[in-house]
């Protein structure tokens, strides 16, 4: 037969066909079986896992469980990883409670600071600080560092998420709205009003804002006779002196807490020395 008259669906050579076929069919069985046997498996483990409801009493269903307690993340690493009681107990001593008058920053640069004394040979600085951190906290902050565990993997992320949480941008806008208002009190010295000045920078330590600006916020919050004190301090205009001097002569009235009783002497090397006036 002329093979143009041939059906389109003729075999040159069917035994190579049928082992083709034989293949996929097999191939396809194999596939079929280990799907049976894993819904077997799925079927046991639902049976199981039914039967020990059916077993509960109504309460033991309302009932905690230990399964739904969470602990510490485990450190991925070598060998062994004890921390001793008493650093356990240095990190116990100040725990945050996540209470609105708590100062989050206070508690993380408390808690580093700890943490910053030792070194365990082997162990990945992470691996310590996320043992460690749940230990410094109690109440509400403990609750949201186990509900948000699986996000903490880093302790970078872990102190990001503590801070969004703890430091909300709220309080932030606040605490720099405290310094942006600066005013001096009514009879308070200049040295007075820097202090209280410095609390509230040290309350907001991410408050973003400049030195020079920092420092003309101070000067500008001062009263009428504070700043005139300031300025002949500065033998003229206290805005004219550099970032350093200007905080140098405040500081001088600091350390004295006695009002300002420095002047301030620009000379070729723009140094800065106290005198009284």
């Not at 905690?64 to 116990?92: C, S, W, Y």
């Not at 001096?184 to 009003?193: L, Y």
Request: proline share 4%.
């Amino acid at each position: 037969m002329n093979r143009r008259h041939l059906p389109g669906n003729f075999v040159d050579n069917p035994e190579a066909l049928f082992r083709k076929t034989r293949a996929e069919l097999k191939k396809r069985s194999s596939t079929l079986q280990q799907e049976a046997s894993s819904n077997q498996e799925d079927h046991r483990n639902l049976s199981s896992e039914f039967g020990a409801m059916a077993n509960k009493s109504i309460r033991e269903f309302s009932s905690p469980t230990t399964d739904n307690i969470h602990t510490g993340p485990a450190a991925d690493i070598n060998g062994n990883f004890e921390l001793k009681p008493r650093l356990i107990n240095m990190v116990q001593s100040n725990q945050f409670c996540g209470k609105a008058h708590e100062d989050a920053s206070a508690h993380l640069q408390h808690f580093l600071e700890i943490c910053n004394t030792f070194t365990i040979s082997g162990v990945p600085i992470d691996a310590i600080l996320l043992r460690l951190f749940p230990l410094s906290l109690l109440g509400r902050a403990k609750q949201w560092f186990y509900a948000t565990e699986e996000k903490n993997t880093t302790w970078a992320l872990c102190s990001t998420n503590f801070l969004a949480k703890f430091f909300p941008i709220g309080k932030t806008n606040a605490l720099r709205g405290k310094i942006t208002s600066f005013q001096q009190q009514h009879d308070e010295s200049v040295p007075e009003a820097w202090e209280r000045f410095q609390d509230y920078i040290l309350e907001c330590p991410h408050h973003g804002t400049e030195s020079w600006l920092l420092i003309q916020t101070f000067y500008h919050g001062l009263g009428n006779s504070a700043r005139e004190t300031m300025d002949a301090a500065a033998g003229g205009a206290f805005i004219s002196l550099t970032i350093s001097q200007a905080r140098t002569l405040v500081e001088i009235g600091e350390l004295n807490k006695n009002n300002i009783k420095g002047k301030i002497t620009m000379g070729d090397n723009m140094g800065i020395e106290s005198r009284a006036i």
